[in-house]
């Protein structure tokens, strides 16, 4: 089983509280049924993407950051700063939803065989 977190559940980010919120319960969720299901051979893994590009980083605005939907009138932008990962891969510094892909493909793999229990950050450094 592969569930779907964010960084946000481990990591403040600004106006975001309901939604790590919400991150957070899928967190414990994997680790309870990672846990549970282990004897029956049931490996349960959490991606925690953080600075992908996605519906919230690719819009329309002054920069990636600003453009994202949901944002309140009168956003405090300059707290979002540091949401740019140390590593960046496409022109608004994000990378490309293949990254979460590839590590999504390695999980249900043999090469994951070993991993349960856990969350994978996938952030290009942005929370070191």
């Given amino acids: 089983m592969i569930n779907f977190s964010s960084t946000s559940a481990a990591f403040a980010h600004p106006y975001m509280a309901a939604y790590a919120a919400g991150k957070g319960g899928i967190q414990a969720f994997t680790h309870a049924i990672a846990l549970e ?3 029956r051979g049931l490996r349960a ?5 953080g600075s992908i590009s996605s519906g919230m980083t690719d819009g329309s605005g002054s920069s990636a950051l600003n453009a994202g939907p949901g944002f309140p009138e009168g956003t405090d932008f300059s707290l979002l700063a540091k949401l740019l990962p140390a590593l960046r891969r496409t022109d608004n510094g994000f990378a490309g939803p293949e990254t979460v892909a590839g590590v999504v493909a ?3 793999s043999d090469d994951g065989a ?3 229990g856990t969350e994978l950050r996938i952030d290009g450094g942005t929370h070191m």
């Fill in 114 to 116: 070993f991993i349960t």
């Fill in 106 to 108: 390695m999980l249900a």
């Fill in 37 to 39: 299901y282990a004897k």
């Fill in 45 to 49: 893994v959490c991606v925690a993407p």
